[in-house]
């Protein structure tokens, strides 16, 4: 069982920079791919950006490329999303969610955060 807690959303011009961060609980957290995922209103959640077990191995949607950056501390428990030159729609809820080696698709997900980005 893993638990996911993000923080680090808010508001923030067009042009600025978030850093979104997902607290993991539990002794394992190493042994799980981690993924970012978004929701705006009205519309499907999205894939945003992935990352294997050990960080050597990163996953963007084209949306976000070459904006975004994900990483992980695995001393820390923590995966985390560096989001710059942001744009008003990149405005959704973002969630991490955790991948268990050999199983079809995200297992864990947090609450969510916040981002909104004005024009």
């Known amino acids: 069982q893993v638990q996911l807690v993000e923080s680090g959303g808010g508001l923030v011009q067009a042009g600025g920079s978030l850093r979104l961060s997902c607290a993991a609980s539990g002794r394992t957290f190493s042994s799980y791919a981690m993924g970012w995922f978004r929701q705006a209103p009205g519309k499907e959640r999205e894939f945003v950006a992935g990352?294997?077990?050990?960080?050597?191995?990163?996953y963007y949607a084209d949306s976000v490329k070459g904006r975004f950056t994900i990483s992980r501390d695995n001393a820390k428990n923590t995966v985390y999303l560096q989001m710059n030159s942001l744009k008003p729609e990149d405005t959704a809820v973002y969630y991490c969610?955790?991948?268990?080696?050999?199983?079809?698709?995200?297992?864990?997900w947090g609450q969510g955060t916040q981002v909104t980005v004005s024009s």
């Open positions: 990352i294997n077990w050990s960080g050597g191995g990163t």
């Open positions: 969610a955790a991948h268990a080696h050999g199983s079809n698709g995200y297992d864990y």
